[in-house]
C-alpha cells in the first residue's frame, strides 16, 4: 500500500529509492517512494491530488479525483454499479479527521458510461483464473449484449444478486428497457420471466393467487399467481398500497406463499426486480421500511449515452418481433440447477476477518453519522459480505478483497439509511454522505 507524502528532511537529492517533487499548488517538496511514481497523492498541507512524476522535482499539473485523506493511491476503475462522488461544498460529516496515516477506500466516482468497460469496471486491478464461474459470468454479459444495449450497472448489480440470493430495486424512468433486460436474463439463463403491473387497485390474492372453487370435485383447489416464476419484473412497485406490498415480504424472505395455512414454495432461482419511478409522486405509495430492506442493492439506471441509444436505434428500429429474436439470436447457456450451484459454491469464497471487521465497522458506521436520522441493518452486512463473495468469484478468484466491497457499497446501503430532517433541508444527498462515511473508515491489508 503506498504511503501518504512526506515532507523531505533536507534539500538535498532524493535517495534512490524515493521521489521528491513540489506540489503544483503551495510549492511545498514532498516525498514518497520510487514505486509510487505515476499514482495519486494528496498534499498534506493544501490538499491538492496530484500524479506523482517518475523523476525528481517535476511536479504533475493535472489533479485527480481525491484518495481522501492524503494517501497516494493508483488510479481505479470506475465501478460497475451507480456510485456517486462526495460533492465538496455541502457533503462534509460533522468532524472528519484532517488527515490519516492509514490507507483508505479507493476513490469513489460517478459512473463514467461512455468509456465503460465491464470487465474492466469489474476486475479492480485483482485478476483471477479463468474458473467456470468466470467464464459462465463472461458468456452471460456476452449472450445479453446482443439485445440489449448499455446499462452496465444494472445488469452487474442484477447478476450479482441474481447468484447471491438477492432481489434488486431499480429507480429510473420508464422506457429504458428494463422488461427487455428481465426477458433476455430469462432466455440467457433458462429461467422463467413473469411481470406485474402494480396498480392502486391490485390486490394481494392478484399477486399470490388464491383458491378456487373447482365444480367438477366440489372442493377448493389453489391457483397460483403471477409470483410463481424465477424472474420477476415488478413494474412501478409504489403504484400500490402497503397491504400489496407486504405480500412479497415473505415471498422475498422465505420464498414460499402462504395461502389458508398451507405453503406454498416458489421454485429457486428466484429473483425479484422491482421498479420505481423517481419522477411522479402522484398516485403513489412509499414502500415500507421493511420491504426496502428486503432488497439487496438499490440500482439508479439512468439514460444511454449518446452512442449507445444510437445503437439502440439500429438495433430495435426494424419492426422485428422481439420474441422471434430472443428465440433466434440468444443461446441458453445454463440453467436453474447450474445457477443453484453456483450460488452455493460463491457461499465458499473466503472472507478475511480483516475485510469482515472492515465491512461491520461501515454498517455500524452508519448508525453514528450526524446526517443519518436512522442507519443500515445487519442484514445491509450480509449483503455486502455475499455481494463481495460473489464479485471475487465473477473475477475468478476464490478470495475477497476490500475492492469487491467498495463496489457495492453505495448501492447497498443508499435504501437503507435515513437522513435527518436537517440534513434534507441542508440539500445532502444519501449517496455522496456514503461516500464520505466509506473513506473515513481504514482499509484493512489483507
Known amino acids: 500500500m503506498s504511503t501518504t507524502p512526506s515532507e523531505p528532511e533536507s534539500p538535498t537529492p532524493a535517495a534512490s529509492d524515493t521521489i521528491e517533487f513540489g506540489c503544483s499548488a503551495c510549492g511545498r517538496m514532498l516525498k514518497v517512494p520510487q514505486q509510487a511514481a505515476g499514482r ?46 462526495a460533492s465538496p461544498a455541502t457533503s462534509q460529516p460533522a468532524a472528519p479527521p484532517a488527515a490519516s496515516p492509514f490507507p483508505v477506500a479507493a476513490p469513489i466516482r460517478p459512473t463514467e458510461s461512455a468509456a465503460f468497460s465491464l470487465r474492466e469496471s469489474l476486475s479492480g486491478g485483482h485478476e483471477g ?28 448489480g442484477a447478476l450479482v444478486a441474481l447468484f447471491s440470493s438477492g432481489h434488486v430495486l431499480i429507480e429510473s424512468v420508464p422506457g ?71 405480500a412479497l415480504l415473505e415471498i422475498m424472505q422465505e420464498y414460499r406463499v402462504t395461502i389458508d395455512g398451507e405453503a406454498h414454495t416458489i421454485e429457486r432461482p428466484f429473483l425479484v426486480l422491482a421498479t420505481q419511478n423517481p419522477i411522479e409522486s402522484e398516485g ?34 426494424q ?15 445454463t440453467s436453474p440447477a447450474e445457477i ?44 455486502l459480505m455475499q455481494g463481495a463473495r460473489t464479485l471475487a468469484a465473477f473475477n475468478g478468484r476464490d478470495y475477497s478483497v476490500p475492492d469487491d466491497v467498495v463496489q457495492i457499497v453505495i448501492p447497498a446501503l443508499r435504501h437503507r439509511v435515513i437522513l435527518t430532517a436537517e440534513a434534507e433541508v441542508e440539500g445532502h444527498e444519501v449517496d455522496s454522505l456514503l461516500a464520505d462515511l466509506v473513506r473515513s473508515v481504514e482499509v484493512p491489508r489483507i
Open 176 to 246: 429504458l428497457g428494463k422488461t427487455l433486460f428481465v426477458r433476455t436474463l430469462g432466455k440467457v439463463l433458462g429461467c422463467q420471466f413473469g411481470r406485474i403491473q402494480f396498480t392502486a387497485d391490485l390486490m394481494p390474492s392478484d399477486i399470490t393467487g388464491a383458491p378456487i372453487f373447482d365444480m367438477k370435485n366440489q372442493d377448493f383447489r389453489f391457483r397460483p399467481g403471477p409470483v410463481f416464476t424465477q424472474f420477476l419484473l415488478a413494474d412501478e412497485i409504489n403504484r400500490s398500497p402497503a397491504k400489496t406490498h407486504a
Open 129 to 156: 483464473r479463468e474458473t467456470p464461474t468466470k467464464q459462465l459470468f463472461d458468456n452471460v454479459t456476452e449472450e445479453i449484449a446482443k439485445i440489449y444495449v448499455g446499462q452496465d450497472e444494472l445488469v452487474l
Open 340 to 383: 443453484m450451484r453456483i450460488t452455493e459454491e460463491n457461499g465458499k469464497v473466503r472472507v478475511d476477518d480483516k475485510l469482515v471487521d472492515y465491512i461491520n465497522k461501515i454498517v455500524r458506521l452508519t448508525r453514528q453519522w450526524p446526517q443519518f436520522h436512522m442507519g443500515a441493518s445487519p442484514r445491509a452486512g450480509l449483503a
Open 284 to 317: 403513489t405509495y412509499n414502500l415500507p421500511e421493511a420491504q426496502l430492506d428486503r432488497f439487496m442493492f438499490k440500482l439508479l439506471a439512468d439514460y444511454p449515452v449518446e452512442q449507445e441509444e444510437a445503437e439502440i436505434l439500429r438495433m430495435h428500429s
Open 319 to 333: 419492426q422485428i418481433d422481439i420474441n422471434k429474436r430472443l428465440d433466434e439470436e440468444l443461446q441458453t447457456i
Open 40 to 85: 495519486q497523492a494528496k498534499c498534506p498541507q493544501c490538499a491538492t491530488v496530484q500524479i506523482v512524476p517518475t523523476t525528481d522535482n517535476s511536479a504533475a499539473t493535472s489533479p485527480q479525483s481525491m484518495d481522501s485523506y492524503g494517501t497516494a493511491a493508483p488510479p481505479v476503475a470506475t465501478t460497475n454499479v451507480p456510485i456517486a462522488s
